[in-house]
C-alpha cells in the first residue's frame, strides 16, 4: 500500500469517486454499501469488454478500480491504508479519522476532560 502523501494515482477514495471524511462517519455497513455501489457502477463502466475500442486503457482503469475496492472493502485493510496514507505535511490532519462532524463535536470535550485532570495523576497527600 503507498505509503505518504497520497496522489490521485493511488488514492482509492478518489479512484472509486468516494468522499474520505464522508466515509469515515458512516457505519460499517453502510461504509461497505457504499463502496460496493461505487464500485459496480465504475467497473461496469471501465469493464475491457464494455470497451472494445479504448481495451487498453480500459484494463488499467478496471484494475485500479478492483484494487481500490479490495482495500477499502475490507475493514482492516481499510484502516491499514487510511493510517499509511495520511500525509505528514501541514494538511495531514485532512486525511485524520477525526475530520467528521460527529467527532468534531466530542473534540471539545474530551478537551476539557483532559484539562481538568481527569488523566493526571494527583500527588498523594501527606499524613
Request: glycine share 2%; with cysteine.
Amino acid at each position: 500500500m503507498p505509503r505518504g502523501k497520497v496522489t490521485m494515482k493511488n488514492d482509492y477514495y478518489a479512484i472509486l469517486k468516494l468522499n474520505r471524511n464522508k466515509i469515515r462517519c458512516m457505519k460499517t455497513n453502510e461504509i461497505k454499501a457504499e463502496i460496493k455501489r461505487a464500485y459496480r457502477c465504475l467497473a461496469m463502466r471501465w469493464h475491457p469488454d464494455k470497451n472494445p475500442d479504448n481495451q487498453e486503457e480500459a484494463t488499467i482503469r478496471f484494475q485500479e478500480i478492483s484494487n481500490a475496492y479490495e482495500v477499502l472493502v475490507d475493514d482492516k485493510k481499510r484502516q491499514i491504508y487510511n493510517i499509511d496514507s495520511c500525509d505528514t505535511s501541514s494538511d495531514r490532519w485532512y486525511h485524520m479519522p477525526m475530520k467528521c462532524e460527529k467527532c468534531e463535536k466530542i473534540l471539545p470535550d474530551l478537551v476539557a476532560l483532559l484539562q481538568h485532570g481527569m488523566y493526571y495523576k494527583h500527588p498523594q497527600k501527606q499524613r
